[in-house]
Every structure is written in C-alpha cells, then in structure tokens.
C-alpha cells in the first residue's frame, strides 16, 4: 500500500515521539560530542523541537509560508494578541500584506502585544534561537512579555560553530554589531516581566 504520509505529518509524528520519549538514553557509551555525521532536515527540528520545548518554548511546525500566515493568525486569536512589533523589514513586510496589525511600541495594552522577530539561525543541538542588531530590536527581545519567532528550517544548524556560518554567508565580513543566542524564555524568577513566553514558528521553506 502507497504511503501518503505528508513531510510535515513525518516530523510531527517524530517530534511527539521524542517528547514523550524524553531523551531516552539507548545508547550509553557513544561519543555525543562527536561529529560523525549530518543530520537530515528532518532530524534537525526534531532534535530542536525536543531541546526548545524542555527549555519551556512553545514549537509550531509549518509547512510552508502560507502554514505559517495560518498558524500565526490562529495563534493570535487564541492569545488575544491584537499588536504585533516587527523590526526585521522583510517580515513586516509580508505580514502587512496580510493585513495584521503592527505597531511601532507597546502602547496601552501590553498585554494585547507580542514581538515578532526573524531567527537568524538555529541550532538543532541545544534548541537555541540567534538574533543580530540588524534585523533584532533589542527591546523587542528583552522588554516584551510575549515573543513570537520567525525561523526558516533552511537556517538551522547543528551547533553554535554552523550557526556563526550562516551569519558569515549572510553578511561577509561585517558581522552585525550584537549577536545574541537564546534558549527559551526567561526564568520565572525575573523581576523584569520580560520574556515569559517564546514560541517559534519553523517553516520548512524547502518545499
């Protein structure tokens, strides 16, 4: 019988998997940190999926961009998220020819407010999330409750060391001015308020 499964049900399927498995170590004496191998695309949002979400990060895989216009609009309603903050200018672009509402600060309503950043990569191996200046403000990522992030599954990598790739590939020589890597939201215990939720919206744009 014909298989029909979708890309998208695959790595869904193995990503629920992974979360009830929850690291089950089958194989005690192997080498981790080893690099003997590249994951497929497959395995990479699995194994970021099973270490973001342990951070406490919300994960949302999308098929592609128009998944991805869906899955955001559906969030935001169950949120009650009436502003979003944009600053990379490719992405707010796109979603104002959605028609979503942006806005330039937190106004009245911060609690009606999230940020929507762009990832300018992502590690598979620690389910960590890098930001720059040129595309980041960085209030949106440090003084907003509620983050939402914007990520292409063609930037992710296995580790720190492929992620600064990206960057270089992207900007050459100039690298931007700040660079900062995450892993999920704040703690709790921070007096700030800032950050309380982070979820990320991986869009397979290899379709």
């Known amino acids: 019988m014909e298989d029909i499964t979708t890309p998208r049900e695959k790595i869904l399927k193995k990503v629920r998997a992974g979360l009830l498995n929850k690291f089950a170590a089958h194989f005690p004496d192997v080498e981790m940190e080893t690099d003997i191998f590249h994951y497929s695309d497959e395995d990479h949002a699995v194994s970021f999926a099973k270490h973001f979400t342990n951070m406490g990060g919300g994960f949302i895989y999308c098929h592609n961009n128009f998944d991805f216009h869906e899955n955001l609009i559906i969030w935001m309603e169950k949120k009650g998220i009436k502003h979003l903050l944009i600053s990379d200018p490719d992405l707010k672009r796109e979603i104002e020819n959605l028609g979503l509402p942006i806005s330039e600060s937190m ?3 911060p609690e ?3 940020a929507l950043l762009a990832a300018e990569a992502l590690t598979a191996r620690n389910g960590g999330l890098l930001f720059s200046s040129a ?3 960085r209030d949106y990522l440090s003084g907003v409750q509620v983050v939402a992030v914007f990520g292409k599954l063609s930037k992710m990598g296995d580790d720190m060391r492929q992620a600064l790739v990206t960057l270089k590939n992207r900007y ?3 690298l931007p001015s700040l660079i900062t890597f995450v892993q999920g939201p704040l703690k709790e215990n ?3 308020g ?3 939720e982070l979820v990320l919206f991986l869009v397979n744009d290899h379709i």
Do not use: C, I, P
């Open 107 to 109: 106004g009245d309503h």
């Open 112 to 114: 009606q407010t999230a």
């Open 135 to 137: 595309t980041t403000q």
């Open 172 to 174: 050459g020589e100039k």
């Open 190 to 192: 921070n007096k700030s």
């Open 194 to 196: 800032a950050r309380k």
